[in-house]
C-alpha cells in the first residue's frame, strides 16, 4: 500500500505516471483531499471507475491517530498523535488575534540533546514520514474549521531536528505553500534548525520557506556547551551558511535567530553585546526565549527585568528584537517541553528518569 500523504505534488504525479496514468491525476486527487477533504477514492468522482478500483488496491490516505488532546488556559492546544512502533509525538496549536500558529514535530525524540530541551532527554526513535507531519496539520484544521478558521502560520519548532529529516519535512513543507494543497505563504511556514550547516545549503537548493536558527550563545565555548552539534559545525560555518540561505530570499525576508534565555548562563549584558556583534551582518531578527522549566533541567528562567535588559541592548544595536510570549505551560506545550512518548533506542531516556528520580527524592 502506498499513503499518499507521503507524496508532495511532483511525488503523486510520478506515481501516477510510474503506473501508466497522466500526470495531471495528481491534481485532480489532491484537490480532492485537500480542498474537499474527501478521503474516500471512491467519491472522487471526476476519476474513472477503474482508476478508482486501482487506487482502493494499490493506495490509502492514512494518518496518525490522536491519543490524547490538551488545552491550556490561554486557549493553547497541544496533541498526542501516535506514530509508528508504539510512539507519539506532539503538536502545539497557538492561537493568537487573527492568527493560528501550529508547531510540528518531525522526529520522534531528538538525537541532538541540547542541554536545556526535554525533548532530547527522551533519546531517539526514529524519523516522522511525510503523511505524519503533514498529518498533524489535519488534525489541526479539523479543529480549527468548527469556528471557521484555519491554521495560517507552521513552525517546525516541535519534537525532533526538521534538517535530519530532510526529505520528509521538505515534502511536506512543499505540500504546506501548494495552492493544491494548504496554500501557506512560505514566510509563513519556517522550518527551525540546531545548525545542521550541510543540509541548510541543500535546504537553499529546493525551497524558499522561512528559516530559524536556534542560536542561543554568542561564542563557540558556550554555544558548545548547550547545542552539542556546535562542537562539529562552529558557529563562523553556521553563520556563512546563513547568509547563504538569505541570499536564496527576496531582499525584503530575513532569518529569526531563536536564542533560549538561562539565568547566569548566557543572558548577561556582555552576551547580549556579543550577540549583536555577531550578528551585525546577518539579515536576522532576533527571537528571545525565556527558558521554560522541566524536570531536572538544572537551569532556570531569568527575572523579566534581565530578559528587558538583554533586550534593549539589541534593539539599541539596531535589531527587531521580540519577546516570545509563553504560552500552553499548564499543559507543558512551551518551547522545549515537548516529550511525547519515545521508545528511545539510546541509554539516554533511562539516565534522565533516574536524574528526575534522584531529584524528586533529595
Ligand atoms: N531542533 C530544532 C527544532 C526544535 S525548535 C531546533 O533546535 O531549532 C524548539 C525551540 O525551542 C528551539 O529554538 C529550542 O532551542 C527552544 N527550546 C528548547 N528547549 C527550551 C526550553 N526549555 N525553554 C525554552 N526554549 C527551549
Known amino acids: 500500500m502506498t499513503n499518499l500523504f507521503d507524496y508532495d505534488r511532483e511525488g503523486l504525479e510520478a506515481y501516477f505516471v510510474d503506473a501508466g496514468h497522466k500526470p495531471f491525476r495528481a491534481r485532480q486527487v489532491m484537490k480532492w483531499i485537500f480542498h474537499r477533504n474527501q478521503l474516500d477514492f471512491d467519491a472522487m468522482t471526476d476519476l474513472s471507475r477503474d482508476l478508482r478500483a486501482w487506487l482502493r488496491e494499490d493506495a490509502n490516505l492514512a494518518l496518525p491517530e490522536i491519543v490524547e488532546r490538551f488545552e491550556s488556559t490561554d486557549g493553547t492546544i497541544k496533541w498526542l498523535v501516535r506514530v509508528g ?9 497557538i492561537p493568537e488575534r487573527g492568527r493560528n500558529t501550529l508547531c510540528v514535530s518531525s522526529q520522534v525524540g531528538c538525537v541532538l540533546d541540547c542541554s536545556f530541551c526535554a525533548t532530547g532527554k527522551q533519546g531517539f526513535n526514529g524519523n516522522l514520514s511525510t503523511a505524519e507531519i503533514i498529518g498533524q496539520l489535519l488534525l489541526a484544521n479539523a479543529e480549527l474549521k468548527a469556528r471557521g478558521e484555519a ?7 516541535g519534537m525532533g531536528e526538521p534538517l535530519l529529516n530532510f526529505d520528509a519535512v521538505v515534502r511536506a513543507t512543499n505540500l504546506m505553500t501548494d495552492d493544491l494543497a494548504y496554500g501557506i505563504s512560505k514566510r509563513r511556514v519556517t522550518i527551525s534548525t540546531a545548525g545542521v550547516v550541510p543540509a541548510i545549503y541543500e535546504l537553499a537548493k529546493v525551497t524558499d520557506v522561512s528559516l530559524a536558527i536556534s542560536l542561543h550563545a554568542p561564542n563557540d ?10 562542537r562539529k559545525y562552529g558557529i563562523a560555518e553556521l553563520i556563512t551558511a546563513c547568509n547563504h540561505y538569505i541570499g536564496n530570499l527576496g531582499e525584503k525576508r530575513t532569518l529569526t535567530m531563536e536564542y533560549t534565555l ?9 552576551h547580549a553585546r556579543e550577540l549583536a556583534d555577531l550578528l551585525r551582518h546577518v539579515r536576522c531578527k532576533i527571537n528571545l526565549i525565556p527558558f521554560n522549566p522541566f524536570p531536572a533541567s538544572g537551569y532556570v528562567r531569568p527575572d523579566v527585568s534581565a530578559v528587558r535588559r538583554f533586550q534593549t541592548v539589541l534593539l539599541n544595536a539596531g535589531f527587531a ?13 512551551a518551547c522545549g517541553q515537548l516529550i511525547g512518548k519515545v521508545q528511545d533506542r539510546t ?6 528518569l533516574a536524574r528526575v528520580r534522584a531529584e524528586e527524592l533529595a
Do not use: H
Not at 538561562?262 to 556582555?270: A, P, Q, R, T
Open 262 to 270: 538561562m539565568k547566569g548562563v548566557n543572558d548577561g549584558l556582555e
Open 321 to 333: 528584537t521580540m519577546l516570545r510570549t509563553t504560552r500552553g505551560e499548564d499543559i507543558s506545550a
Open 85 to 93: 512502533n508504539g510512539n507519539s509525538v506532539e503538536t502545539v496549536l
Open 221 to 230: 565555548a558556550l554555544r558548545s556547551e548547550l547545542v552539542p552539534i556546535n
Open 151 to 157: 491554521v495560517t502560520n507552521v513552525v517546525l519548532m
Open 347 to 352: 541509554k539516554r531516556q533511562t539516565r534522565y
